[in-house]
Each structure stands twice: as C-alpha cells, then as structure tokens.
C-alpha cells in the first residue's frame, strides 16, 4: 500500500529540493557543519517530513496546517541560502537556482493547499 503523501507533486519536489541543499551544503566549510550547513539541512528535510506527516492527519485543516509550517521551514531555507552567499559558500548563480527552485516549491504548496479549502 503506497502512503497519501507519495502521490503528492509537492512531497516529490521537497525531496528533490532536499537532496539539492544537501548537495551545497556538503561543500560548506567544515566548521559550519554544526552550524549553517545543520541548519539548512534540517529546514529542508522539515518541508518532506511536514507534507509527509500532514497527509496522515485526520483533517483536512490539521493537514493545510503542516502545510503551513512546510511553507514556512522552505522560508527559513531561502534565508539560509542569502547567510551562505553573504559567507561566499556558495556563488550567485547557484543561489539564484535554489532561490528559484525554493520559490516554485512554495508556489506550488500553496496552489496546493487552495485545494484542500
């Protein structure tokens, strides 16, 4: 038996978003490890976790409710994002790719929970 949340275009681009931040992250110097790097890493796997565990909820509005937070955890990523670029650890272009790649995401779960009203 396949989950709710593995049919979900959302849930699948989280992933995506999430393996991408990992990537960058993974190259960030070492003592941002416990730092920025941990940070960015947990907001993203936040947005995958809270899609995931909305769509096992029992209500529609406890479900737009995790939504809510998955919006706000890919906020703390895109802000993380501008703290690496400020620090140099990563350059214009790949900020402006996961900046992009960040804003279609919550484009996206938010069109999503407009279905769910």
């Known amino acids: 038996m396949a989950f709710r949340f593995e049919g979900l275009e959302i849930w699948h681009l989280a992933r995506e978003y999430a393996t991408h931040i990992y990537a960058i992250t993974a190259r960030f110097p070492r003592h941002e490890r416990f730092a920025l790097a941990d940070q ?13 565990e909305g769509s096992g909820q029992d209500t529609t509005a406890q479900f737009n409710r995790y939504l809510g937070i998955a919006t706000g955890s890919v906020c703390e990523v895109v802000s993380g994002l501008f703290l690496a670029l400020d620090r140099g650890y990563i350059d214009k272009a790949t900020h402006a790719r996961l ?10 779960i938010t069109n999503f929970r407009k279905t769910l009203r």
């Open 40 to 52: 960015l890493n947990r907001a993203a796997n936040s947005v995958v976790l809270n899609i995931a």
């Open 99 to 108: 900046y992009d790649e960040g804003d279609r995401l919550i484009r996206k």
